[in-house]
């Protein structure tokens, strides 16, 4: 209720110092508010611990928080009594056991976090009953889908666990953008599907063009010179990344390195190291580079070929302009690529072909697509974003019709 928000508001302000919430942080915070279970699927740092913790201050009873990793527990503990919230951690890996426990059963506790492995221990259950609850949260919550990246079994015992309380609403969190983990999650935590709440994923500084290629050097220098901050280019193999590389150097006159995994470990560690602390670099690399880079003032990332999906495409892209201000994600295509990565697709176990084909194909309808790039990115995530960014290619300068026809021709001939 708008009641319940205003009080939300001013815990926000006054318990946790934030001046507004984020977007997606408000919904979720009000469905369990209004005790609705949920599933809030939100990128990394788009902040989800908010959502159980502002709850857990202001409902009755104590917050259970399931979390897998007992360091990320105690970095969290640190910060939500760092903000005066009552909180505590029960793993083997602490000593006060017997005072968390009386805080717990005098309901002198908002937070309670525990590793997953307690949930199948019948004591648990038990202690848990002896004082009122407020909400289950389960964060990392893709953990309990074999689907997921990061299977725990011990994530199975949480539901008999949940449904012991059946009243107690229920909070999973996760990042994962997969449609048939985020569906696994729902059914193995027992959470309506009209509990999924999807958002966070726009990244409206970055300008997307994907066009196709016809000069890939020409296009490239332009690119760089309108640039001058560090960038990113993506090619398909370690020659194209070495080749690339050296004409780029020569013709732009920027600082430009390679990287792939033929180079040696200290070679790409040393290259790495210079992107990083560099503010004009030019970085040449297969998709090897860039997987937990911390480097929030990436002005560009361009592709040169195709990406092997849109999850791919998204996850590339959003390595530029983590600071916020404008930045390009320029896609530069060819018939042939599609040709070549259907190619290799033919060439996999039978049983991935089928998944990594229908990946393809909608990456090549993003290729394709006459209207707005964000919108199907957005929607391939579950969001539901408006029809027009007015940052993107195709709706900065809409393209004709005929143009597209020919494009569409390209791409079923390929
Ligand atoms: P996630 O778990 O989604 O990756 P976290 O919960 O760790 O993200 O939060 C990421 C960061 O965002 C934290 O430093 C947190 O304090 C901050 N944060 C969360 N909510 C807000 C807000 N409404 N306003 C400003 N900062 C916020
Ligand atoms: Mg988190």
Redesign the pocket.
Known sequence: SSANLERARTT?REVFG?E???MV?EQVVGRVLGGQSTLAV?P???????TYQLPAVMLEGTCVVISPLIALMHDQLRSARANGIRAATLTSADADWRETQDAFRAGALDLLYVAPERASQPQFRDFLSAAPLALFAVDEAHCVSEWGHDFRPDYRQLRPLMDAFGDVPRLALT?TADLRTRGDILGQLGIPDDGLVISGFDRPNIRYTIRPRDNLSRQLERLVDEQPGPGIVYAGTRKKVEDLATSLARSTGRPVLPYHAGLPAEQRAANQAEFVASEDMVMVATIAFGMGIDKPDVRFVAHAGVPKSIEAYYQETGRAGRDGDPAEAVMLWSAGDFATARMRIGELDEARQMGERQRLDGLAALVEAATCRRAILLRHFGETPSESCGNCDNCLNPPQVLEVTELAQKLLSA
């Open positions: 926000l934030f507004s919430f984020r942080q939100m990394t740092g788009a902040g989800k611990s908010l990042a």
